[in-house]
């Protein structure tokens, strides 16, 4: 894999995490927070569908590397709900 073809699998996986993001109405950060979510959202993703036997949907092939973006994308969902609650829980509420 080349350097060009990491840095598109990255900005991919940025987009990937920031839709995720916006599914579920909970951003953690900026750009770079985007890019974790959405790397972790690949692989939470790609082993939920391969746990439930579900096909890889939309794939983006780059140096005989496969991202799943379908399955990147509702991780990135999952892994953002999962933050928002975690940070709901430590968070201690403010009263007016």
Known sequence: MTFIELLAL??????CGSLGQQLVGYSA??????LVVGAFGAYLGLWMANHFGLPVL??????GREFPVLWSI???????????????AIRPRRRR
Do not use: K
Not at 10 to 15: E, H
């Open 10 to 15: 990255l900005a991919i996986a940025m987009v």
């Open 29 to 34: 950060g900026g750009c770079l927070i985007s």
């Open 58 to 63: 939309l794939p983006i092939n780059f140096g």
């Open 74 to 88: 509702l991780g990135s969902a999952l892994f953002s709900i999962a933050l928002g609650l975690v940070n709901a």
